[in-house]
């Protein structure tokens, strides 16, 4: 699916091997999702739900089977990681929003978030039994009462309030983004990830400056769910969990939603050309 997502040139490095290595072979998605346990099944129901509805979308047409699908790893990933569950909504309504209607894709998914945010703090008022803030300040309230880890850090109690989810979002973003630090190892099992997660900020930085010039995407709309589904899906990450051991296994789950695009959109043959010895 993602080879028709991101077509294009060939460059020197295969497309198809990239969307490989960004799938299938991140260390750390393939260490944590390869056993069976809940991350194994989380990762699971994601990729079914993700490629029903791309299907879905692409041939304009949701079948009873795909529908089925769709429906079922809904309920297993509200069943298993419910703050997932809740993350999904805006990026696939957005989604399939952006898809149908051909508007802007960029802006179709800003309104829906704006729109998303707002119900976020105020649909308990209207239907007390459903309240968003409580759900991921449970979540935060049970790992923190658990037993402290040996790779425990600091994490700020959430209030169900807006103020305390906005001054409490750049801990959250640290945490996801940059732990465990160079160095920040309180056990050597932990050293291979931090080394993972940096060779991921070369990535990004090499991105910056050699991305393809006019790349083409056969779907916006999707590129736009990818990016904005990992980043709510990460700040919740970082609300919630309280140790780096569990906050590098349930990122490893959706490191591929955001480094499959970036190794598909680097231009690889003018990265290479710098490292050729011209005679």
């Given amino acids: 699916m993602l080879i028709l997502v991101f077509p294009g040139p060939k460059d020197s490095v295969s497309r198809q091997f990239l969307v490989i290595i960004g799938c299938f072979l991140l260390p750390s998605t393939l260490y944590f999702t390869s056993g069976i346990h809940k ?22 047409s949701f079948s009873a089977r795909r529908s089925i699908l769709i429906v079922t790893a809904f309920l297993f990933l509200f069943l298993l990681r419910n703050f997932v569950f809740l993350a999904l909504l805006p990026a696939i309504f957005a989604w399939i929003l ?11 998914f800003i309104a829906v978030y704006l729109f998303s945010g707002i119900l976020f703090f105020t649909v308990s008022y209207i239907n007390p039994a459903f309240d968003p803030p409580a759900i991921i300040i449970t979540k935060q309230a049970d790992y923190i009462n658990l037993p402290v880890a040996s790779t425990q850090i600091p994490l700020t109690p959430l209030q169900p309030n807006f103020m305390s989810f906005v001054s409490n ?12 630090y160079p160095g920040e ?26 991305r393809r010039k006019n790349a083409v995407v056969a779907s916006k709309s999707f590129l736009f769910f990818l990016l904005f589904f990992t980043l709510t899906v ?17 990122r490893s789950l959706y490191l591929p939603f955001i480094i499959t695009p970036v190794l598909c959109f680097l231009d690889w043959n003018k990265l290479s050309d710098l490292f050729k010895i011209k005679k």
Avoid: C
């Fill in 169 to 180: 979002a750049p801990q959250a973003l640290q945490h996801i983004f940059l732990r465990p």
């Fill in 98 to 108: 952006a898809d149908r209607t051909k508007w802007n894709a960029g802006l179709t």
């Fill in 234 to 250: 990460f700040l919740f990450i970082g609300y919630i969990v309280p140790n780096l051991g569990s906050l590098v296994r349930y």
């Fill in 185 to 210: 190892q309180p056990l050597q099992s932990l050293l291979p990830f931090s080394i993972e997660l940096l060779l991921y900020h070369v990535l990004l930085f090499l991105w910056i400056f050699f």
């Fill in 39 to 60: 991350d194994g099944l989380v990762f699971l129901m994601l990729a079914v739900l993700v490629y029903s509805i791309y299907q879905s979308l692409h041939k304009n």
